[in-house]
């Protein structure tokens, strides 16, 4: 493409950068007839134009003539976010050399949102470097982690959190895991909860993450983080992990048709394994837990051994039988109580029940020998 078709254009300095012809663009310069810093439509300049393509030798030679750089367009943008557009990380670190702002104020998108809304999470290290805020927060999208967690960007976010992003930073409704969980993003979830996200906090529905989190179905992964943050916090309200996990989730799923009797029968063998390796961890000893009349679960499994055969599928009952049925008369009975086959009558209810107190020690003895 020939100067005069350069010259003969509106705005001869935007084409030439918009289109990466750093020579031609020298030649214009050197004419002296065009302003280097002239905004048309949207106040956009030619070193926006040559940001946002990515062209690190038009950006060169514009800022070498004395382009702006912190100049602003319609909406407060500033080279530097385009170039976070572009994630071409030369041109960021010539953009930050020669003095650019890496906190402008007053811009629709920070530069470190523009790189977050389009996943160039390589720009992020670099931002760091010269002291970008990690948690600012826009009006629009909340915390570069925000937008991480709602468009599922997980290396992004991975990134965010290894530099010091508040994981549970709040925005005008909600934190990053609560938008995952909206999305059923399991990874991000994941991902979040790994980073200490806090799964009591309230949206301005009064909704908290895992109520969002339940619809992901059975997942044990998810499940295990969670038990892990219960473990490690959870306020006194929410008794243990593995109860919010089966009176909250499992109701959910079965409302929902999600769950069948026999994938309700495995994760319950799945959470009763997870939950022994955080009490081993974390001294959360959910199997310590008493029922409203002072019972353990091994005063409800040691006779005939029926909890052990219910785990490995051998009790006669067959597994999962009576889980459904479980919770309407169970609202202080802990999960490992729930596990247990319910009675199938009255009678044998109360003959079970009676020799239940016959043999449980009183509180503070030793049991008999």
């Not at 012809?21 to 070193?47: Q, V």
């Not at 339940?214 to 044990?220: K, S």
């Not at 040691?302 to 597994?319: K, M, S, V």
């Not at 202080?332 to 043999?359: Q, R, V």
């Amino acid at each position: 493409m020939s100067l005069a078709e350069y010259t003969e254009a509106k705005y001869p300095l935007h084409k030439a950068a918009r289109e990466g012809r750093a020579g031609i663009l020298k030649l214009l310069l050197s004419t002296g007839k065009y302003d280097i810093n002239f905004g048309c439509f949207d106040l956009i300049r030619p070193l926006h134009e040559a940001c946002l393509a990515g062209h690190t030798e038009c950006v060169r030679t514009l800022l070498e003539h004395g382009a702006e750089v912190n100049a602003r367009n319609i909406d407060g943008g500033t080279p530097l976010c385009d170039a976070c557009c572009n994630g071409n990380l030369e041109i960021i670190r010539m953009l930050l050399e020669q003095g650019a702002l890496v906190n402008p104020p007053h811009t629709l998108n920070s530069p470190l949102h523009e790189a977050a809304l389009r996943n160039k999470w390589g720009c992020v290290q670099v931002l760091v470097e010269y002291g970008v805020k990690i948690n600012a927060s826009d009006c629009h999208h909340g915390t570069p982690l925000h937008v991480a967690a709602v468009r599922g960007y997980l290396e992004f976010a991975a990134v965010l959190l290894s530099f010091g992003a508040n994981v549970n930073a709040p925005h005008i409704h909600s934190t990053p895991l609560h938008l995952a969980a909206r999305q059923l993003d399991v990874p991000m979830i994941i991902l979040l909860l790994e980073h200490g996200a806090n799964v009591f906090c309230q949206d301005n529905h009064g909704k908290t993450p895992e109520e969002c989190i339940a619809p992901v179905g059975l997942n044990v992964a998810i499940a295990k983080k969670l038990l892990h943050n219960w473990a490690c916090g959870a306020p006194e309200q929410a008794r243990t992990g593995l109860d919010k996990l089966t009176y909250e989730f499992i109701s959910l799923w079965q409302k929902d048709g999600l769950i069948t009797e026999q994938e309700l029968y495995q994760f319950y063998k799945d959470m009763v394994q997870l939950e022994a390796e955080e009490a081993r961890e974390n001294s959360h000893l959910a199997f310590s837990q008493m029922t409203d009349d002072g019972r353990y679960p091994l005063n409800l499994s040691g006779y005939d051994q029926i909890f052990a055969n219910f785990l490995i599928g051998r009790t006669p009952y067959g597994p999962g039988r009576h889980i459904f049925g479980c919770f309407e008369h169970s609202v202080d009975n802990g999960p490992f109580h729930l596990i247990m086959p319910a009675p199938e009558d009255e009678e044998e209810s109360e003959s079970t029940i009676k020799i239940h107190k016959e043999k449980r020690p009183k509180r503070g003895s030793l049991p008999a020998k």
